[in-house]
């Protein structure tokens, strides 16, 4: 069974300029979550989808960042324009919508703002 | 708002046992689950147990839940090298997971 898949693994920018990651979440997975995962911290969640409707947005700083799930499979997370305090490993999670709560984690992406 | 925090680094020998703790302030959470993060990967779920449970074994892995005092410890038996990781703790209550902020495992050889 192939894994949660995520692009760029890694991406430097200079400040104000805009990214784009891409999560592709595991064949029947109705659930996926964008995390934030600042160095030395836990995972602070961003944003939760189930299918292509916004289960949890409340973190997400709107202002700059954004997320769509088009047509309740991939998902990509945006970020413009960009402040160095967005360095990060951005890690793309899904789940079943039913079951123990385990969430299955792609690999991330290393943003780094300079 | 929801919290868990741990402790953030633990070092042992090779051979003996690891034990993470755990705090959470979420009363209502369903499932506490430990997490493992190695080195430029995502997170991996080791174990979890459900909040009407007291512990749960699962081979060199003992979960403790002290419901009352909202206490979650994770025991490692046997620790390796490999198990060189970091460990998150994380509760459920609704449809959003909490993480903590991760115990790093140190395993002397």
């Known amino acids: 069974e192939a894994g949660v898949a995520q692009s760029p693994r890694y991406k430097i920018i200079e400040k104000r300029q805009s990214v784009a990651f891409w999560c592709n979440p595991i064949?029947?997975?109705?659930?996926l979550y964008w995390y934030q995962q600042i160095l030395g911290q836990g995972p602070k969640l961003l944003i939760q989808?189930?299918?292509?409707?916004?289960?949890?947005d409340s973190q997400l700083p709107k202002d700059r960042f954004s997320a769509e799930r088009l047509k309740g499979v991939d998902s990509t997370l945006k970020i413009q324009p960009a402040k160095l305090e967005d360095s990060a490993v951005y890690l793309c999670?899904?789940?079943?919508?039913?079951?123990?709560?385990?969430?299955?984690f792609g690999e991330g992406s290393r943003l780094t703002v300079l | 708002g929801e919290d868990v925090e741990q402790s953030l680094f633990l070092s042992v020998r090779e051979g003996d046992s690891s034990v993470i703790n755990c705090t959470y302030t979420?009363?209502?959470?369903?499932?506490l689950y430990w997490y493992k993060q190695e080195p430029g990967a995502g997170l991996q779920l080791l174990t979890y147990?459900?909040?009407?449970?007291d512990m749960k074994q699962d081979q060199r892995l003992t979960v403790l839940l002290n419901k009352k005092d909202k206490h979650l410890s994770l025991r490692i038996a046997d620790t390796q090298t490999g198990d060189s990781a970091i460990y998150f703790c994380?509760?459920?209550?609704?449809?959003?997971?909490?993480f903590g902020a991760g115990t790093r495992l140190f395993v002397k050889a």
């Open positions: 147990i459900f909040s009407n449970m």
């Open positions: 999670a899904s789940s079943l919508v039913r079951g123990t709560g385990e969430l299955f």
């Open positions: 994380a509760e459920r209550g609704g449809f959003k997971t909490i």
């Open positions: 064949s029947g997975h109705a659930t």
């Open positions: 989808f189930q299918n292509n409707g916004v289960v949890d």
């Open positions: 979420d009363s209502s959470s369903t499932y």
